[in-house]
């Protein structure tokens, strides 16, 4: 894969997927799309990468973005982008919004549901400062992602222990 591919592929991942991909990933993402230039039938990422960028090309979309995304899933999974939210993003949120007092946030490839959970738990924590606020998370899986599997009282102890350590 091409240097200026690569740099398309994330483009599209992240304005249709959210998935945001580093550029030290290159050859990861090599690796894990090889087996798509076979199934599509591509004779190189260039070829791939073109097909994207067509009109009509939202099911090859959709399988790059799942090959791609980490379907894994647990409660503050990666502190740092949770850290930041409420540190840094959601202030920012609550001035830019401060007349409507309505924020939406978009999780976007939400695996099992964990993610927007912990964010939900995050706003929570921050319950006295939105109070009389409208606050909405949006899930965005992806189709072949576990969409129900999270509901209330089914959440796995080893997930909830993982959320507490997390946490504390």
């Not at 946030?105 to 939105?130: F, V």
């Not at 909405?136 to 089914?154: A, D, M, W, Y």
């Amino acid at each position: 894969m091409m240097a200026h591919e690569f740099s398309l592929l994330r483009r599209i991942l992240k304005e249709r997927s959210g998935i945001e991909l580093s550029e030290d990933k290159m050859d990861l993402v090599e690796v894990k799309l090889r087996p798509l230039l076979n199934e599509f039938e591509f004779p190189s990422f260039a070829h791939l990468t073109l097909a994207l960028t067509k009109p009509g090309a939202d099911r090859l979309r959709s399988r790059v973005a799942q090959t791609i995304a980490v379907l894994e899933s647990y409660f503050f999974r990666d502190k740092t982008p949770f850290n930041y939210f409420s540190e840094v993003m959601l202030p920012r949120l609550m001035a830019r919004r401060r007349a409507s007092r309505r924020i939406r946030i978009w999780c976007a490839a939400a695996a099992t549901g964990q993610e927007p959970y912990s964010l939900a738990m995050l706003l929570d924590e921050a319950s006295q400062k939105l109070d009389g606020w409208k606050v909405e998370i949006v899930r965005r899986t992806s189709p072949k992602q576990r969409c129900s599997r999270l509901t209330p009282g089914s959440t796995a102890s080893s997930r909830c222990s993982a959320a507490s350590r997390c946490r504390c």
